[in-house]
T-cell receptor, first 115, second 109 residues
């Protein structure tokens, strides 16, 4: 148990659906991250929040919309996705941004399939 | 651009030793991480190097040469449970992690 939970673990949605992914960390961390993991590709950083403020948005399409209501919760709202968005979406947390040793703790991920 | 290279797949025998290499070119350097990821599970932290040299932690060791942009993860006394993907990641000047694509390690009896 890594202290980071994600729901749902699996999600199948059509291109016209709207859904949300949820992440919760129980580690008292101040930074949270969304990553996309596709087969045989590096982890792609999507969004970063530090003390609830978004600090990074790596040119992610607007059909992905993050929300961070507090330091423990992170959401990824999805709408009008494309089949190429099918991937494993990982949430992670760390103590904060800027520290040299910034180990990230990962949740188990949500396996998303877009039909 | 920023780039992390590691082999796609490696095979080793139970009880043996394997070395997984990682080379990097990044904008700044604030440490290098190794993570282990079993199929269908979350990546979990293995090691962190920020200074040159070898860090040993049980059966796993990690080496760093900043001048060469090179690291390796050394796994000794391999066990079947070590079958997993091993991810190399470098923390850049903005303290963001740049990830390699991972090395899938297959352990055979």
């Amino acid at each position: 148990e890594t202290g980071v939970t994600q729901t749902p673990r699996h999600l199948v949605m059509g291109m016209t659906n709207k859904k949300s992914l949820k992440c919760e960390q129980h580690l008292g961390h101040n930074a949270m991250y969304w990553y996309k993991q596709s087969a045989k590709k590096p982890l792609e950083l999507m969004f970063v929040y530090n003390f609830k403020e978004q600090t990074e948005n790596n040119s992610v399409p607007s059909r992905f919309s993050p929300e961070c209501p507090n330091s423990s919760h992170l959401f990824l709202h999805l709408h009008t996705l494309q089949p190429e968005d099918s991937a494993l979406y990982l949430c992670a947390s760390s103590q904060e941004i800027g520290g040299q040793y910034n180990e990230q703790f990962f949740g188990p991920g949500t396996r998303l399939t877009v039909l | 651009g920023q780039n992390i290279d590691q082999p796609t797949e490696m095979t080793a025998t139970e009880g043996a030793i394997v070395q997984i290499n990682c080379t990097y070119q990044t904008s700044g350097f604030n440490g290098l991480f190794w993570y282990q990821q079993h199929a269908g599970e979350a990546p979990t932290f293995l090691s962190y190097n920020v200074l040159d040299g070898l860090e040993e932690k049980g059966r796993f060791s990690s080496f760093l040469s900043r001048s060469k942009g090179y690291s390796y993860l050394l796994l000794k006394e391999l066990q079947m449970k070590d079958s997993a993907s091993y991810l190399c990641a470098v923390q850049d000047s903005n303290y963001q992690l740049i990830w390699g694509a991972g090395t899938k390690l297959i352990i055979k009896p």
